[in-house]
């Protein structure tokens, strides 16, 4: 393995452009959840599970998009059961309704469709609690179903990868990971992100890695085998200290461990961080990849293998790279977006833009390659925070997908994406 030196990623000041001007692909004060017909929806709202005023606490938190050969897309959305009180929304996993007024209030339809999401109560077998989601280079969906109803951890099914074709909508592969893999002392477990790795073009040849944020673990699953295996290790821990988060004058705490994985464009090395800790760190995804030395989850005999990358002033809850190795994050306490790349450590973070209105409370960042080639960046700002500390208002727009191609980024200019061309884009 390659030995990167322990570079402290410390910002050290903040002068920050004011030309980047991201393009608003979304923005809504709530969501608006479609239904198949009137009857299905009466239902939700008998259930306590939509608000025909508008789903005021209930918001996307990631998102991924479908580009089709005429130049079309569809826009997938994530809305977590663990952020919503009580575990109540309609559906986990959908399409955004396609418009072209930036101005009302987004809509969402269930995806593959309602009947999947129907029953999802007494039903397994269904979606029921999207996390994550991550659309691969076979045209393929991996859905990440957390399985869980609050952020307790309240189990009420088994968690499971959903990946479906998107040729066709239908579900190709559907993998409980076992209970001894998802089983922890506190009985609990919390999937958060996915990274997917297709070896060149050979589509079966695929790995999944899974972030369990409770327990602390990754998980590691084989297309190819359809078997997964489960990591831990020290560095994938909480550290107290850091498990308080200040969002303007909204305060929290989230005690939870590694959350943030990303893979690197060479497909050689996961970059993850706890959500509550100091430090980033890098491991070989070879080492991730042989099972044989996980057949005990804690093995410290690879101890040498996990890189510490360094520290940041700030905590940055998630991070992405693009084609080019920068790797970008939001800081939370100064609501900025900075990036680093990975091939030239010596140089630092560098500034690229701060936002009050999109860059706090983050959701997810997604690099994304539009069908020209050019990487962008979607940022979903999501509110969540406000949410669970009981500051949400209906009254503001609450929730944002923003984006930016990178070559635009970089240059501190005004945002262009690919999407914009289709009509649905604000500034």
Not at 7 to 15: D, Q, S
Not at 196 to 206: D, H, L
Not at 223 to 229: A, C, E, G, L, N
Request: contains cysteine; negative net charge.
């Amino acid at each position: 393995m390659k030995h990167y030196f322990i570079v402290t990623l410390t910002i050290i000041n903040y002068v920050l452009s004011d030309n980047t001007q991201f393009v608003v692909n979304r923005k809504s004060k709530y969501m608006v959840f479609q239904f198949p017909n009137f009857q299905y929806e009466h239902e939700a709202v008998i259930k306590g599970l939509y608000n025909t005023d508008g789903a005021r606490d209930q918001l996307p938190y990631d998102i991924d998009i479908q580009y089709f050969k005429n130049g079309s897309f569809r826009m997938f959305a994530v809305v977590p059961r663990i952020f919503t009180p009580n575990g109540k929304v309609p559906f986990t996993l959908g399409t955004f309704v396609q418009q072209r007024n930036t101005n009302i209030n987004t809509a969402i339809e269930p995806y593959p469709n309602y009947y999947w999401h129907l029953d999802h109560e007494n039903d397994c077998n269904s979606i029921y609690a999207t996390i994550n989601i991550r659309i691969d280079s076979c045209n393929r969906l991996w859905v990440v179903d957390q399985g869980i109803q609050d952020l307790q951890g309240t189990r009420i099914c088994q968690p499971k990868l959903l990946i479906f074709n998107l040729e066709n909508d239908k579900l190709l592969r559907r993998y409980e990971f076992p209970e001894e893999q998802i089983d922890s002392v506190s009985g609990k477990t919390a999937l958060g992100r996915v990274e997917v790795v297709v070896e060149g073009s050979i589509c079966n040849k695929t790995i999944a890695y899974i972030s369990d944020f409770y327990q602390p673990a990754i998980l590691v699953y084989s297309f190819d085998d359809d078997i997964s295996w489960r990591i831990k290790h020290p560095t994938f821990a909480v550290e107290d200290s850091w498990s308080k988060f200040s969002f303007g004058s909204n305060n929290i705490i989230l005690p939870y461990g590694v959350h943030s994985i990303t893979i690197t464009p060479d497909h050689k090395y996961l970059i993850y961080r706890a959500l509550s800790a100091e430090n980033e760190y890098i491991v070989s995804v070879d080492t991730l990849n042989n099972r044989n030395l996980w057949k005990n989850s804690e093995n410290k005999d690879v101890d040498g293998f996990f890189q510490n990358l360094g520290s940041r002033e700030d905590r940055c809850s998630t991070g992405v790279m693009d084609s080019k190795f920068n790797y970008y994050c939001i800081a939370e306490k100064y609501s900025s977006l900075s990036v680093w790349n990975l091939k030239k450590p010596e140089i630092g973070t560098q500034d690229i833009t701060e936002d009050k209105t999109y860059l706090s409370d983050p959701g997810c960042l997604k690099i994304i390659t539009a069908p020209d080639g050019e990487d962008e960046l979607f940022i979903v700002k999501s509110s969540i925070v406000e949410v669970l500390t009981g500051n949400y208002n209906p009254n503001m727009f609450n929730f944002y997908v923003i984006s930016c191609r990178i070559k635009d980024l970089l240059a501190k200019r005004k945002c262009r994406t690919y999407i914009c061309s289709k009509g649905e884009c604000d500034r």
